[in-house]
């Protein structure tokens, strides 16, 4: 059973146009929710992470929007380019190390 | 720094064969996780552990599985005996004692059993 829901499965996107990720979550333990980016035969690596004390935050072309009230949070990628194409995973844990991800979403990104 | 290292990045084996996977963490970090990826799963946490001490092995899948980790700049995951279901990338990830704990993924071993 899979504690953080992840859609969509993939997207495409023109070059320039912004991508969108979604994540949903139950546990209210969770105080850590970071975003992983994973290119094909690569390990994943942090893209960016954000903690419930805030609703946004901004790196670059990457933003995660964060209700905690909902207990949603998103990813938003800017002006996406064609190297932005891979795969996306959020995550979520309590005050342990136990990062549970969600299911990953492909993102490709159309020249 | 070289990042965590993991050898081999591709293994073969026939079902019934023992399997070892190795990982090197970086350097200093306290944290180091094992991970499996397939597609019908995702990325699943196996087991991981704090200054070389197995702190949570909940997501081992049986008693096939074990690790060990016998000092700070090594650890390994085997499989005795394997099984075609086993097929799967597995990640090994360090992370240091930190507030944000990121952790730190290796480029993982391809797990083919046949």
């Known amino acids: 059973q899979q504690q953080v829901k992840q859609s969509p499965q993939s997207l495409i996107v023109q070059k320039g146009g912004i991508s969108i990720i979604n994540c949903a979550y139950e546990?209210?333990?969770?105080?850590?929710f970071p975003w992983y980016q994973q290119f094909p035969g690569k390990g994943p690596a942090l893209l960016i992470a954000i903690r419930p004390d805030v609703s946004e935050k901004k790196e670059g072309r990457f933003t995660i929007s964060f209700n905690k009230s909902a207990k949603q949070f998103s990813l938003h990628i800017m002006d996406s380019q064609p190297g932005d194409s891979a795969t996306y995973f959020c995550?979520?844990?309590?005050?342990?190390?136990?990062?549970?991800f969600g299911a990953g979403t492909t993102v490709t990104v159309r020249a | 720094d070289a990042g965590v290292i993991q050898s081999p990045r591709h293994e073969v084996t026939e079902m019934g064969q023992e399997v070892t996977l190795r990982c090197k963490p970086i350097?200093?970090?306290?944290?180091l996780f094992w991970y499996r990826q397939t597609m019908m799963r995702g990325l699943e946490l196996l087991i991981y552990f704090n200054n070389n001490v197995p702190i949570d092995d909940s997501g081992m899948p049986e008693d096939r599985f074990s690790a060990k980790m016998p000092n700070a700049s090594f650890s390994t995951l085997k499989i005795q005996p394997s099984e075609p279901r086993d097929s799967a990338v597995y990640f090994c990830?360090?992370?240091?004692?930190?507030?944000?704990?990121?952790?730190?993924f290796g480029p993982g071993t391809r797990l083919t059993v046949t």
């Open positions: 990830a360090s992370s240091s004692d930190s507030i944000s704990g990121e952790q730190y």
């Open positions: 350097s200093g970090h306290d944290y």
């Open positions: 995550a979520a844990r309590p005050n342990d190390y136990k990062l549970s």
């Open positions: 546990n209210t333990a969770f105080d850590y």
